[in-house]
Nanobody
Framework: HVQLVESGGGLVQPGGSLRLSCAASGYTYSSYCMGWFRQAPGKEREGVAAIDSSNGRTNYATSVKGRFTVSQENAGNTLYLQMNSLKPEDTGIYFC??????????????????????WGQGTQVTVS
C-alpha cells in the first residue's frame, strides 16, 4: 500500500520561496517516476514537475521552469520541490504522486498523470 505524505506548504509573499516535501513508503517498484501536481481553485489538476528515479531525469511545466526544482533523497523515499520566485498564480493545492514503471517515460514527457497513479493528500500553497 503506497503512502505519500506532503508537507511544507503555507502562505508566502510574491517573490518568496517554499520547499515542499513528500515522504513516500509502501511501494516496491524497482524503478519509477515521482512528481508534483497542483490544482488551483476552479481549475483542473496540472503536472508541475517530474523526476525519473532510475536516472534523475527531470521535466517541468513551462510556467515553473527556472523557478522550481524537483529532487529526491533517502533512496528515493523523500521527494522535494524547491519553489523560488513564487507568483500569485502558483497558488493551489500541491500533490505528490508516484507513477508506476510502465507509465514512467510517457509521464516524464507529458507531465500528465496516467492511470494507477498513487497520490498524497495535498498541501496548500498560497502566494499573496
Amino acid at each position: 500500500h503506497v503512502q505519500l505524505v506532503e508537507s511544507g506548504g503555507g502562505l508566502v509573499q510574491p517573490g518568496g520561496s517554499l520547499r515542499l516535501s513528500c515522504a513516500a513508503s509502501g511501494y516496491t517498484y524497482s524503478s519509477y517516476c515521482m512528481g508534483w501536481f497542483r490544482q488551483a481553485p476552479g481549475k483542473e489538476r496540472e503536472g508541475v514537475a517530474a523526476i525519473d528515479s532510475s536516472n534523475g531525469r527531470t521535466n517541468y511545466a513551462t510556467s515553473v521552469k527556472g523557478r522550481f526544482t524537483v529532487s529526491q533523497e533517502n533512496a528515493g523515499n523523500t521527494l522535494y520541490l524547491q519553489m523560488n520566485s513564487l507568483k500569485p498564480e502558483d497558488t493551489g493545492i500541491y500533490f505528490c504522486a508516484v507513477v508506476r514503471p510502465r507509465y514512467c517515460s510517457e509521464y516524464l514527457r507529458s507531465l500528465q498523470a496516467p492511470d494507477f497513479t498513487d497520490w498524497g493528500q495535498g498541501t496548500q500553497v498560497t502566494v499573496s
